[in-house]
């Protein structure tokens, strides 16, 4: 495998992970009376991976599925749905089924997934993030901390589309103060854990959150649980609606390149995305 990983920087949904309640087309649905005995689900596991199916009728299904901490790990509005819990422990299965009078309750079934499934951390790319059990810190490189690109970034290198360009990180030291920003950890030590401290933009006072992640490695995207939000630095936090979702544009043992959406600047200008460079905690 090539020593640099260098990603598609587009933002991408996160399938069940990013599902919500839904507030839409209950008006659709026929009128029905249920009670929580008439809520036909069932829950399966097999290893590792969890089957989740529903056959209530004439409902809009939502699963929500936590940790035994009470972690949010993910949401979907899909009959159907297979997920895998790659960690040990035991999982609580929330389901709701959504009819046109209001929403009815399902009792939470419980899921014990006996042992880790190392596989599914295969990718070198997990341990370039997290080092694996005993965790990585990431900085801010204030050699070069902050870059802007276009929506295609980093495809099309010949220069066709203006904002197609790889940015001038080194030249970029200039755009925020270079002090001690903080800091973000990402562990697999039982769980997706994270933590990231940030400081202040006028003062040195920091607040540290603590919650969960998840990263998707087949679409390149980092999504940050429980209020966290990536670390940055700089007088940008208004131009970003989301600090959360997050692109890996690059990635290796030693470098870490994670962009966000500005939707609009304060000159109007039109939107693209910031692209912070990491550097692991020495």
Excluded at 16 to 36: G, H, M, N, W
Excluded at 97 to 106: L, N, P, Q, S, Y
Excluded at 180 to 193: I, K, Q, S, V
Aim: hydrophobic residues 35%; contains cysteine.
């Amino acid at each position: 495998m090539k020593n640099v990983v260098k990603l598609l920087a587009a933002f991408m949904a996160i399938g069940t992970l990013v599902s919500c309640e839904p507030q839409e087309d209950r008006d659709s649905l026929p009128a029905l009376s249920l009670k929580p005995s008439d809520i036909n689900i069932n829950v399966t596991s097999n290893g590792n991976m969890v089957t989740m199916t529903n056959a209530t009728e004439d409902i809009i299904p939502y699963w929500s599925y936590v940790d035994a901490n009470g972690n949010d790990l993910g949401h979907s509005n899909k009959n159907e749905n297979q997920v895998t819990f790659p960690f040990a422990g035991t999982y609580t299965v929330n389901f709701t089924a959504f009819t046109r009078g209001g929403r009815v309750d399902a009792a939470p079934v419980e899921v014990n997934i006996e042992q880790n499934d190392d596989s599914y951390f295969s990718s070198p790319e997990w341990q370039m993030l997290t080092n694996g059990v005993e965790g990585k810190t990431w900085v801010l490189d204030m050699s070069g901390p902050i870059g802007w690109a276009g929506f295609d970034f980093p495809y099309n290198e010949s220069g066709a589309d203006y904002w197609n360009w790889f940015p001038d990180y080194a030249g970029n030291e200039w755009v925020m103060e270079n002090k001690n920003w903080g800091e973000m950890t990402f562990d697999l030590n039982g769980g997706y854990n994270t933590s990231v401290t940030q400081t202040a933009l006028t003062t040195n006072s920091q607040t540290t959150k603590a919650g969960t992640y998840s990263y998707d490695v087949a679409n390149h995207t980092l999504l940050f649980n429980s209020g966290v939000e990536m670390l940055h630095g700089g007088d940008y936090y208004q131009d970003v609606s989301n600090w959360s979702k997050v692109n890996v544009v690059e990635i290796t043992d030693t470098s870490l390149r994670l962009s966000v959406v500005r939707d609009q600047d304060r000159a109007g200008q039109s939107p693209c995305q910031i692209v912070y460079h990491f550097k692991p905690k020495e």
